[in-house]
């Protein structure tokens, strides 16, 4: 198989690196990198090109406030010209500065401007009403804009989505494709093509006809016969992400040629086995296929079960694995964790900020509603619950100790035009002065995430010192299943806090960070008593537990004892 991989030149096949010299880079501090604009069908969107080609994710991602801003620029504005331009469009400088901010994260995502520090907005920030959420592309609009890459001359890439074309592209595969004549193609190659609604598709050649060509995906049974004006392009590789840069794995040689051919062929071999072996006899045969499903029913047991002592098992070795680190450890950890670049951006996808409350919040909301004034968000993150509350009218004011989810929460606001005030701090040690509160929040299990006990009553204690007359906390929580009229299960001294004095039952190693599960709802309301604070209601939704590891959803509302 041949493979060439780009270590030595990653520029050549990173599909999200910016092809620029060093003089460039000298006088332009955002490092743009060339573009076109291409019309849409009345949208108007800025294509980044770098030396390997176009990317369309990147196009998409750079749809509205991007495009003008890279607009504006003119190849050579810094930070502070593109804020004073945003200024001069009747924005007030705070959030110029976080739609700045916004514009280079999003240029850095794709590889398109260098590592700059970014000017985050002040707590204080207070939006426009004006912005407008970026326009979608639609699969005709994105088919149109693929075809206008091409024709330019430019290879295209983008994350090939589909199960049809396995074992060649895997789903979420980045493709090159490449421009070509259809008159050249040949029997095995995989071209992209525009097919039903206007959605791009990438088969394999089976054969020419008069009109066009026919394809079929390597394990799709169906044969799509394509138009030669509905071909766009050869799709030439697969990009493959290696620790030293990317590999590209080429798809249009010979032998590639041939092996996706003989996987197809295999494939449709196997599929009619199947049918014949199997299908038609269960079909014909009802008792067969009573005795089949009563096997089927069998293995589901048997794999629960052994799930379930798997699962256990598990716990055993998270808790010792929690046991054997000090809290700075862990809270090392955690930071390490959130500081990834992967773990960042899966936070600030918009189909996750923007998704409005979890469920538990909901219920919890709709059972209890906020009292009427200022709201405080500890450990808000992004920005997801601040702006799910501003939107349903109360004054939000975010905490976070980390300043880039500060920044992202300001974007975020930006977008969704609502007015936060974001503050960095520390969930359990923070002091606004004379700033008080209707209702602090700790959503998303940011309680089960503070460690030790102390630290966590030391966040309700200063959540009680926030409240106004009145003022309630709500905090979301994870704690064990237990079954309906069982007593909770007795506190007992395990072997773990031996080892560190910290260490609690029900502290363990959740996936990659250490949480604290509680065993029962009554510590919780233990620890609201050491703050200070009363429980006015606690709620656990047992009806959709983890079964695997017995773990439940819960909320609970506290205010200050008398």
């Given at each position: 198989?041949?493979?060439?991989?780009?270590?030595?030149?990653?520029?050549?096949?990173?599909?999200?690196?910016?092809?620029?010299?060093?003089?460039?880079?000298?006088?332009?501090?955002?490092?743009?990198?060339?573009?076109?604009?291409?019309?849409?069908?009345?949208?108007?969107?800025?294509?980044?090109?770098?030396?390997?080609?176009?990317?369309?994710?990147?196009?998409?991602?750079?749809?509205?406030?991007?495009?003008?801003?890279?607009?504006?620029?003119?190849?050579?504005?810094?930070?502070?010209?593109?804020?004073?331009?945003?200024?001069?469009?009747?924005?007030?400088?705070?959030?110029?500065?976080?739609?700045?901010?916004?514009?280079?994260?999003?240029?850095?995502?794709?590889?398109?401007?260098?590592?700059?520090?970014?000017?985050?907005?002040?707590?204080?920030?207070?939006?426009?009403?004006?912005?407008?959420?970026?326009?979608?592309?639609?699969?005709?609009?994105?088919?149109?804009?693929?075809?206008?890459?091409?024709?330019?001359?430019?290879?295209?890439?983008?994350?090939?989505?589909?199960?049809?074309?396995?074992?060649?592209?895997?789903?979420?595969?980045?493709?090159?494709?490449?421009?070509?004549?259809?008159?050249?193609?040949?029997?095995?190659?995989?071209?992209?093509?525009?097919?039903?609604?206007?959605?791009?598709?990438?088969?394999?050649?089976?054969?020419?006809?008069?009109?066009?060509?026919?394809?079929?995906?390597?394990?799709?049974?169906?044969?799509?016969?394509?138009?030669?004006?509905?071909?766009?392009?050869?799709?030439?590789?697969?990009?493959?992400?290696?620790?030293?840069?990317?590999?590209?794995?080429?798809?249009?040689?010979?032998?590639?040629?041939?092996?996706?051919?003989?996987?197809?062929?295999?494939?449709?071999?196997?599929?009619?086995?199947?049918?014949?072996?199997?299908?038609?006899?269960?079909?014909?045969?009802?008792?067969?296929?009573?005795?089949?499903?009563?096997?089927?029913?069998?293995?589901?047991?048997?794999?629960?079960?052994?799930?379930?002592?798997?699962?256990?098992?598990?716990?055993?070795?998270?808790?010792?694995?929690?046991?054997?680190?000090?809290?700075?450890?862990?809270?090392?950890?955690?930071?390490?964790?959130?500081?990834?670049?992967?773990?960042?951006?899966?936070?600030?996808?918009?189909?996750?900020?923007?998704?409005?409350?979890?469920?538990?919040?909901?219920?919890?909301?709709?059972?209890?509603?906020?009292?009427?004034?200022?709201?405080l968000v500890l450990g808000c993150g992004p920005g997801?619950?601040?702006?799910?509350?501003?939107?349903?009218?109360?004054?939000?004011?975010?905490?976070?100790?980390?300043?880039?989810?500060?920044?992202?929460?300001?974007?975020?606001?930006?977008?969704?035009?609502?007015?936060?005030?974001?503050?960095?701090?520390?969930?359990?040690?923070?002091?606004?002065?004379?700033?008080?509160?209707?209702?602090?929040?700790?959503?998303?299990?940011?309680?089960?995430?503070?460690?030790?006990?102390?630290?966590?009553?030391?966040?309700?204690?200063?959540?009680?010192?926030?409240?106004?007359?009145?003022?309630?906390?709500?905090?979301?929580?994870?704690?064990?299943?237990?079954s309906p009229g069982a007593p909770p299960p007795p506190?007992?001294?395990?072997?773990?806090?031996?080892?560190?004095?910290?260490?609690?039952?029900?502290?363990?190693?959740?996936?990659?960070?250490?949480?604290?599960?509680?065993?029962?709802?009554?510590?919780?309301?233990?620890?609201?008593?050491?703050?200070?604070?009363?429980?006015?209601?606690?709620?656990?939704?047992?009806?959709?537990?983890?079964?695997?590891?017995?773990?439940?959803?819960?909320?609970?509302?506290?205010?200050?004892?008398?």
């Amino acid at each position: 198989m041949p493979i060439q991989c780009g270590s030595l030149d990653r520029h050549a096949v990173d599909p999200l690196a910016a092809p620029l010299s060093q003089s460039a880079a000298t006088s332009n501090p955002l490092r743009l990198a060339p573009a076109f604009t291409h019309d849409a069908g009345g949208l108007l969107l800025l294509v980044p090109l770098t030396q390997a080609g176009a990317n369309l994710d990147a196009v998409v991602a750079l749809n509205d406030t991007a495009r003008r801003l890279w607009t504006a620029s003119e190849g050579g504005l810094d930070e502070d010209g593109l804020v004073r331009w945003l200024m001069g469009q009747h924005m007030r400088a705070p959030a110029a500065q976080a739609e700045v901010a916004a514009f280079l994260q999003q240029l850095r995502a794709h590889g398109l401007a260098a590592a700059a520090p970014v000017t985050a907005a002040p707590p204080s920030a207070a939006f426009p009403s004006s912005q407008e959420d970026a326009a979608p592309v639609s699969a005709a609009q994105l088919a149109g804009l693929a075809r206008a890459i091409l024709t330019r001359g430019q290879r295209l890439f983008f994350r090939a989505r589909g199960l049809s074309m396995r074992p060649q592209i895997p789903h979420g595969a980045v493709i090159e494709v490449s421009p070509c004549s259809v008159g050249r193609v040949r029997r095995g190659d995989v071209l992209l093509y525009v097919a039903g609604e206007a959605h791009l598709v990438a088969h394999r050649v089976l054969r020419h006809v008069a009109a066009g060509v026919s394809l079929r995906g390597d394990s799709a049974a169906r044969v799509d016969w394509v138009s030669r004006d509905a071909v766009l392009g050869l799709v030439t590789a697969r990009l493959e992400p290696m620790s030293n840069g990317w590999c590209r794995v080429l798809l249009d040689t010979r032998s590639r040629r041939l092996l996706g051919r003989l996987s197809s062929a295999a494939h449709r071999a196997l599929r009619g086995a199947l049918r014949l072996i199997v299908v038609r006899p269960l079909r014909a045969r009802p008792t067969l296929r009573r005795l089949a499903q009563r096997g089927t029913r069998a293995m589901s047991w048997l794999l629960g079960v052994g799930e379930q002592r798997r699962a256990r098992m598990r716990r055993r070795f998270d808790i010792a694995t929690a046991a054997l680190m000090t809290t700075a450890e862990k809270d090392e950890r955690r930071r390490a964790l959130y500081a990834r670049a992967s773990v960042r951006a899966f936070t600030a996808l918009d189909e996750n900020v923007e998704a409005g409350l979890t469920l538990i919040e909901e219920v919890m909301l709709a059972r209890h509603p906020l009292p009427h004034g200022n709201v405080l968000v500890l450990g808000c993150g992004p920005g997801r619950e601040c702006v799910a509350l501003a939107r349903l009218g109360h004054a939000v004011t975010g905490l976070d100790r980390d300043t880039e989810m500060l920044t992202q929460a300001a974007a975020l606001a930006a977008r969704c035009s609502v007015q936060l005030e974001l503050i960095v701090g520390e969930a359990d040690a923070f002091d606004l002065g004379a700033q008080r509160f209707a209702a602090v929040v700790a959503f998303s299990g940011l309680y089960n995430m503070v460690l030790p006990r102390a630290r966590r009553v030391a966040l309700l204690r200063c959540a009680a010192t926030h409240l106004a007359a009145g003022g309630k906390v709500y905090l979301t929580f994870l704690s064990d299943y237990v079954s309906p009229g069982a007593p909770p299960p007795p506190r007992v001294k395990t072997l773990g806090s031996a080892i560190d004095d910290d260490h609690e039952d029900g502290d363990l190693w959740l996936r990659n960070e250490a949480v604290h599960i509680f065993p029962d709802s009554e510590r919780l309301r233990r620890e609201a008593e050491a703050a200070g604070l009363a429980v006015v209601t606690l709620f656990r939704d047992q009806r959709a537990y983890d079964r695997a590891t017995r773990q439940v959803r819960g909320y609970a509302i506290l205010e200050p004892r008398p």
